[in-house]
């Protein structure tokens, strides 16, 4: 009798061993399956980090230009108001002498 009962004991160890097994074997693979989204998620935002610095080299550049460009136009228009301004002088001289 004895004998029986360790042998349904066992069997039962048995099955709960291979039961907790298979549940640590379900959750290696929700694991690794996890792990590769995460992988393809870090190379999608590395990606997407790379083409937004790429975006902000451009903005920075263009931003630079204008910031040039408007530097030279603020100095024509200097230039150009002076300009004016002598002519007009010059033709107030005029009228007047």
């Known amino acids: 009798m004895t004998e029986k009962l360790f ?3 066992e ?3 048995f099955q709960v061993l291979e039961e907790k097994l298979m549940i640590l074997l379900s ?3 929700n694991i690794i399956r996890d792990n590769q989204q995460l992988c393809q998620e870090n ?3 590395k990606n997407e980090k790379e083409h937004n610095m790429q975006r902000l080299e451009v ?3 263009l ?4 910031d ?3 530097k030279t136009m603020v100095h024509d228009v200097s230039d150009t108001t002076t300009t004016d301004m002598n002519m007009l002088n010059e033709k107030l001289i005029l ?3």
């Open 63 to 66: 931003l630079a230009s204008t």
């Open 68 to 70: 040039i460009h408007e």
């Open 59 to 61: 903005l920075i550049s």
């Open 95 to 97: 009228v007047e002498g």
């Open 43 to 45: 190379t999608a935002l």
């Open 27 to 29: 959750e290696r693979e």
């Open 11 to 13: 069997e039962k160890l």
């Open 7 to 9: 042998q349904v004991s």
